[in-house]
Each structure stands twice: as structure tokens, then as C-alpha cells.
């Protein structure tokens, strides 16, 4: 148990509706990172926190993606006018402060879009 | 770009050691790692080196690093059925304090 949530597990859209993810990070954990992983795919990254401070995002996230973390714990990502293409894990990890070196990885939101 | 490749499958004999390959081509990578994805599970980080290291051993683990050809292994001893996963190796770049870059995961399956 890497002790990073995220809720929910599991999600089922109709395409062009809206979702949103949590994640919960460890606790005192400053920085926190979205990634996406699609089948036989290894986890692509998307975009990065320190604090409450998105401080990169990838070309993979596009305008319809958007990321929080309004006090610097927990994030939200939200997916507007879900795409079949969004189908996929949406995986969230955290680090502590100072030059750690080790992401520790939560369980996954699963998407799928119809 | 930042780069990481592996092959797709391996299948091993139950008690036999694994070898996982993988290849990167971020020259400066700082630190690699090894992690492992069972079905419908998240990600666990099974052990990791720093660039200027070229042997990693931790118990059941060997992590051989050979930074001329940006070539790195993972060497599972004894493979146990619990050992059925994917496996993803994965580098952090020198280019970006922050992201980790992973390969497209290497499914072991042991053969009884």
C-alpha cells in the first residue's frame, strides 16, 4: 500500500460528458504528478504539482484536460467532453520534499468512454 | 528525445532466473527504474539506481546498469508464479526535475 488514493476506481462515461478524478496524495507529500496509461502502454506523463503550483504540463494535455490542486494536498483532474480516445488509466503519484527520487504510484481512476 | 524501449514478453520456467532488458536514450539520466504492474493494480516501485552506479542487488533482484550502451537489466532469481506481471523500466531524465519516462512494459509469464 503506496498510500496514494484516488476515487473512483472505476468510471463510465458517454462521450462528450464531463469527468472529474481525485487524488490524494500521501501525506506531506509536496509534489504530485498525473500520468495516463492506455492498454500495453507504460504510463505517459501529463502534468506535475509542487504545491499548489502546476509547474509542467505535457502536449498530451490537451485544452479539454485540467488540473488542480487548490491547497496544495489533494489534485483534481477533470476531462471536459470526454473523447473515445480518453479511454485509458489516469494514474496519480507523489513525492516528498527535497530530492526524492521515488514517484509512489496510487491504485488508478480506469475511463472509459462510449 | 527522451526514449525508453523494451521488449513485449518473456517466459520463464518456475525456479528459473528472468532477465528483463531495456534500452534508453536520455544521456543523462539521473535514475532508472524497475517497476511492477499487476492486473488491474496500480504501480510498485521495485528498486531503483543512480546513473553513476552499475550493480544494484536486492535480495531476489539484480539491477545491472551499463551507462555506455544506455542499457539496463532486471534479473529476477528464483521466479516465483507471484512473479507474473509487466514489467516497466523507466528513467528520469536530467532535462526535467520532475517526470518519469516509461517503457511500454515487458509481460512475464512463468511456465510451471
Known amino acids: 500500500d503506496t498510500g496514494v488514493s484516488q476515487d473512483p476506481r472505476h468510471k463510465i462515461t458517454k462521450r462528450g460528458q464531463n469527468v472529474t478524478f481525485r487524488c490524494d496524495p500521501i501525506s506531506e507529500h509536496n509534489r504530485l504528478y498525473w500520468y495516463r496509461q492506455t492498454l500495453g502502454q507504460g504510463p505517459e506523463f501529463l502534468t506535475y504539482f509542487q504545491n499548489e503550483a502546476q509547474l509542467e504540463k505535457s502536449r498530451l494535455l490537451s485544452d479539454r484536460f485540467s488540473a488542480e490542486r487548490p491547497k496544495g494536498s489533494f489534485s483534481t483532474l477533470e476531462i471536459q467532453r470526454t473523447e473515445q480516445g480518453d479511454s485509458a488509466m489516469y494514474l496519480c503519484?507523489?513525492?516528498?520534499?527535497?530530492?526524492?527520487?521515488?514517484?509512489?504510484f496510487g491504485p488508478g481512476t480506469r475511463l472509459l468512454v462510449l | 528525445g527522451e526514449d525508453v524501449e523494451q521488449s513485449l514478453f518473456l517466459s520463464v520456467r518456475e525456479g528459473d532466473s528472468s532477465v528483463i532488458n531495456c534500452t534508453y536514450t536520455?544521456?543523462?539520466?539521473?535514475?532508472l527504474y524497475w517497476y511492477k504492474q499487476e492486473p488491474g493494480a496500480g504501480l510498485q516501485l521495485l528498486t531503483y539506481i543512480f546513473s553513476n552506479m552499475d550493480m544494484k542487488q536486492d535480495q531476489r533482484l539484480t539491477v545491472l546498469l551499463n551507462k555506455k550502451d544506455k542499457h539496463l537489466s532486471l534479473r529476477i532469481a528464483d521466479t516465483q508464479t507471484g512473479d507474473s506481471a509487466i514489467y516497466f523500466c523507466a528513467e528520469k531524465g536530467h532535462s526535467s526535475a520532475s517526470k518519469i519516462i516509461f517503457g511500454s512494459g515487458t509481460r512475464l509469464s512463468i511456465r510451471p
Open positions: 536520455d544521456s543523462s539520466s539521473t535514475y
Open positions: 503519484a507523489s513525492t516528498p520534499a527535497g530530492t526524492s527520487e521515488t514517484q509512489y
